[in-house]
């Protein structure tokens, strides 16, 4: 006897960043704790930000050496996995796009590289995917009692909705249960919520149980008459009033890297910021002491930028993103990340004069530390004959010869999850000599020694065999492992500190999410059943 399909939520939104992952990753922890099965889903994710999952599970896939075969998803679905308690796998998000240009983005299918859909016309893409992602939520629903789905941007995308996969035609398929998530703190909410309920076919408006307004400070009893009147309007109840949430320790999740998150002053400026995070809710940071500055400098193809989270959450540290030049004045640390298409970001890091702003850091002792395409900058070379990273002539490029290494790209990507231990490293990065650290890898360029330059006596000492090496001096430092300052052990290391834990985060949102709904909501919403219809168009 099969068990029932289980009972889909999906969590969609008026526009991207309305805070959809955020719920959604809420809800998932909300009803595991009710003792229910269940798994997170989102049929396309147009993210640089990704980890490393099991990609086919009880399939029994293994690489050449036996090891299971592991693949990519979107990041905020392996989080939102561990919220519901649940083995992050591919299914989660079958289609991942990793953008590598603002008109091109490489497709990972089901966890892998999959060079003929990447090679396809974007609303030719939908009609190659849409068997694979159907399946993968079909052996969810199999498999647990709520998929809760995330939407992308917003439903009511009129130029889209035909090649749609990820919003109507994903909760068509799961006759999910909808929610309608709109950002009230940047004004407009009530139009949005309106605005996308009036553009969706009046059969998909039957399907929305609920509007809830996100990121609202102030008095909810100043929102009358709005929601009553919105209902009369729409038949839709306004079902949550979610305060803003300072702080709240999971990671930004939106695709590509968000200019607003860049700062505009140099890092000495932080009265006005510090008197504003010692004075919100919920803020983690309650620290006098000086604060140990890092920059991580955010190219426009930055990939990964997620494992920086921890950082925003530990006291006595100010994490700044930087595109200029001077607003690395004052850095104790300057972080070069992982990147879509390395040598590009490496000529856009040169345009605008970082280049030689991070190698006086470096001259004058400043840590620097580069992960995945940033270790693979800070070399001497790299070397793209199979324009697996750029497309076409300009892949191969110097690096900015802080470590006498060299990168040569290949076609075959790495990824995998490693556990190893960091050996003896010197000056700067000496506090990790010896430390325990499990991340993950995500590269198609594999780095070595430049040989030239050993011959000369200029040698780079290897912390970790093939995925770090440090430069003489000992303040450069370079890793190919992700994940890296979300190791506890490495935090301690270097700060003298942790982040808060994981669970107790997805705990804080669960808890959060519960007291903003209307009472019997979120039981309504999983109770088995016809799907309620009265969200249809009043009369």
């Not at 030719?124 to 969810?140: K, N, S, V």
């Not at 941007?153 to 799961?174: C, Q, Y």
């Not at 998150?261 to 000086?290: F, I, R």
């Not at 190893?420 to 010896?434: E, Y």
Request: glycine content about 10%; overall charge neutral; some cysteine.
């Amino acid at each position: 006897m099969t068990s029932p399909l289980a009972r889909c939520v999906m969590v969609l939104g008026t526009s991207s960043g309305a805070g959809k992952s955020w719920l959604a990753t809420a809800l998932c922890r909300h009803w595991a704790n009710q003792g229910l099965r269940v798994a997170p889903f989102k049929a396309q994710n147009m993210s640089n930000n990704a980890r490393v999952v099991a990609c086919a599970p009880d399939a029994g896939a293994a690489d050449a050496a036996g090891a299971a075969e592991m693949g990519e998803i979107g990041a905020a679905q392996y989080f939102q996995a561990l919220a519901a308690r649940a083995v992050p796998d591919v299914r989660m998000n079958p289609l991942l796009l990793k953008p590598e240009a603002d008109t091109r983005s490489q497709a990972v299918l089901l966890g892998r590289v999959h060079p003929a859909l990447t090679a396809l016309p974007w609303r030719e893409r939908g009609a190659q995917a849409w068997p694979h992602i159907a399946a993968a939520l079909d052996a969810l629903r199999a498999e647990n009692d709520v998929v809760v789905i995330e939407g992308a941007g917003s439903p009511a995308e009129i130029n889209l909705m035909p090649t749609d996969i990820v919003n109507l035609r994903v909760a068509r398929h799961a006759n999910a249960r909808c929610l309608l998530v709109a950002d009230i703190d940047r004004g407009g909410a009530f139009a949005h919520l309106y605005g996308t309920w009036a553009l969706l076919p009046e059969a998909d408006r039957a399907r929305l149980h609920g509007f809830v307004l996100n990121k609202f400070r102030g008095n909810a009893a100043l929102l009358a008459p709005a929601p009553q009147q919105l209902q009369q309007l729409t038949g839709v109840p306004t079902v949550a009033t979610i305060a803003m949430q300072w702080r709240h320790g999971l990671p930004e999740e939106d695709g590509v890297f968000d200019d607003r998150a860049v700062t505009g002053a140099p890092l000495s400026s932080e009265k006005t910021t510090l008197a504003a995070e010692q004075t919100s809710p919920d803020s983690y940071v309650k620290n006098s002491k000086p604060f140990q500055h890092i920059a991580v400098v955010a190219y426009p193809r930055i990939s990964n930028l997620d494992e920086f989270q921890p950082l925003k959450n530990v006291p006595g540290l100010r994490l700044r993103w930087v595109r200029e030049a001077a607003e690395l004045h004052g850095a104790d640390t300057i972080v070069l990340p992982g990147s879509k298409a390395t040598a590009l970001d490496l000529a856009w890091l040169r345009a605008r004069g970082l280049d030689a702003a991070i190698a006086r850091h470096a001259a004058q002792g400043g840590r620097v530390l580069g992960i995945c395409g940033g270790l693979q900058m800070l070399g001497e070379a790299l070397i793209d004959l199979h324009g697996v990273e750029t497309p076409g002539p300009g892949g191969s490029a110097p690096g900015l010869g802080l470590l006498p290494l060299v990168t040569a790209f290949a076609p075959r990507k790495t990824v995998r999850h490693t556990a190893t231990r960091f050996g003896a490293l010197t000056g700067a990065w000496a506090a990790l000599s010896g430390v325990p650290v499990s991340g993950y890898e995500i590269h198609s360029g594999q780095t070595a020694q430049h040989p030239a330059m050993a011959a000369s006596g200029d040698v780079a000492r290897e912390a970790i065999a093939r995925l770090a090496w440090q430069n003489a001096a000992g303040n450069v430092l370079g890793v190919y492992l992700h994940g890296l300052f979300e190791d506890p052990a490495v935090l301690r290391a270097l700060f003298g500190a942790q982040a808060p834990a994981l669970d107790d985060v997805f705990e804080r949102l669960a808890a959060t999410a519960a007291r903003s709904f209307a009472p019997g909501v979120l039981d309504a919403l999983v109770r088995p059943g016809p799907p309620c219809t009265s969200a249809a168009s009043p009369a």
